[in-house]
């Protein structure tokens, strides 16, 4: 993980947020631009409503934040947005989907 991590670019050196929305973020975690991308494609009105912003400013916060990714990573994070169990979790059979229901 740590070797991954340090391929990844730091929100802090992106420029894409101010001080404020970058403590907003670091509070729940997301500390890379591609941490936020993926928070903000996973759950955008979550995003919206912590950083405060209206859904054109977020858009646009999307696609500066997408510019900054490396090619690979566009690619990974386009797997996986087109896969049907986003979660990275497969449901199991359909006698196992009942337990603990």
């Given at each position: 993980?740590?070797?991954?991590?340090?391929?990844?670019?730091?929100?802090?050196?992106?420029?894409?947020?101010?001080?404020?929305?970058?403590?907003?973020?670091?509070?729940?975690?997301?500390t890379t631009v591609e941490e936020l991308v993926g928070a903000i494609?996973?759950?955008?009105?979550?995003?919206?409503?912590?950083?405060?912003?209206?859904?054109?400013?977020?858009?646009?916060?999307?696609?500066?934040?997408?510019?900054?990714?490396?090619?690979?990573?566009?690619?990974?994070?386009?797997?996986?947005?087109?896969?049907?169990?986003?979660?990275?979790?497969?449901?199991?059979?359909?006698?196992?989907?009942?337990?603990?229901?």
């Open positions: 993980m740590v070797r991954l991590k340090s391929r990844l670019t730091p929100l802090s050196s992106s420029g894409l947020l101010s001080p404020d929305e970058q403590s907003r973020v670091r509070a729940r975690g997301i494609q996973g759950g955008p009105r979550s995003m919206q409503s912590v950083l405060g912003l209206s859904q054109t400013a977020l858009d646009e916060l999307l696609g500066r934040g997408i510019s900054l990714l490396s090619p690979e990573m566009k690619a990974a994070m386009e797997r996986q947005r087109g896969r049907t169990y986003p979660l990275g979790a497969r449901l199991g059979r359909r006698d196992d989907r009942s337990v603990g229901e």
